[in-house]
T-cell receptor
């Protein structure tokens, strides 16, 4: 099973709302990632968790707050977003060691619209 | 900083053609290179992963090659089909740990259309 799941598929929120995106994988991967992708652009890395610890934060605004409750789950908490934050949010995971280490598997994404 | 370039940006071909997508990168100190496919509004599907010590990888009608010293990779698609229509992205992972852990540098992709 090489599946990464994300919920919800679509999310519309106002600028004063608080919402969360969820990501789950059961491949035993110990590295998980959040990316943001705007239309016609490549994904941009936001956060990396390695062994449930935040290892990379790409200077993301504090209105985005990641959380890794356990090795299978990754959340992205959203608060006071701006319309320019509307994008496809992708989660990915990888195994940090082994023959094909670092091969990243992506979820289907959450399409976020901020009104 | 690693920069990844993909040429062409868009490609439109009739069904059945063999085609080549190109990816170049500026820093040869890479751990691996990964080719992805992305359908509109969807996530990325990993197609092939080439480790820095490998020269090529094959999966079905897809063949990816890597020339690390010249900073180039190609994705060859044989006997293209309309279902191959998608955006193809290449991404490189640099060597090194710490701040580079988990980081992929993406190209902007090649948008492929295969018409019947």
């Amino acid at each position: 099973d090489t599946e990464v799941t994300q919920t919800p598929k679509h999310l519309v929120m106002g600028m004063t709302n608080k919402k969360s995106l969820k990501c789950e994988q059961h491949m035993g991967h110990r590295a998980m990632y959040w990316y943001k992708q705007k239309a016609k652009k490549p994904p941009e890395l936001m956060f990396v968790y390695s062994y449930e610890k935040l290892s990379i934060n790409e200077s993301v605004p504090s209105r985005f707050s990641p959380e890794c409750p356990n090795s299978s789950l990754l959340n992205l908490h959203l608060h006071a977003l701006q319309p320019e934050d509307s994008a496809l949010y992708l989660c990915a995971s990888s195994q940090p060691r082994g023959r094909n280490s670092y091969e990243q598997y992506f979820g289907p994404g959450t399409r976020l619209t901020v009104t | 900083k690693q920069e990844v370039t993909q040429i062409p940006a868009a490609l439109s071909v009739p069904e059945g053609e063999n085609l080549v997508l190109n990816c170049s990168f500026t820093d040869s100190a890479i751990y691996n290179l990964q080719w992805f496919r992305q359908d509109p509004g969807k996530g990325l599907t990993s197609l092939l992963l080439i480790q820095s010590s490998q020269r090529e990888q094959t999966s079905g009608r897809l063949n990816a090659s890597l020339d690390k010293s010249s900073g180039r990779s190609t994705l060859y698609i044989a006997a293209s089909q309309p279902g191959d229509s998608a955006t193809y992205l290449c991404a490189v992972r640099p060597l090194g740990r710490g701040s580079t852990l988990g980081r992929l540098y993406f190209g902007r992709g090649t948008q492929l259309t295969v018409w019947p």
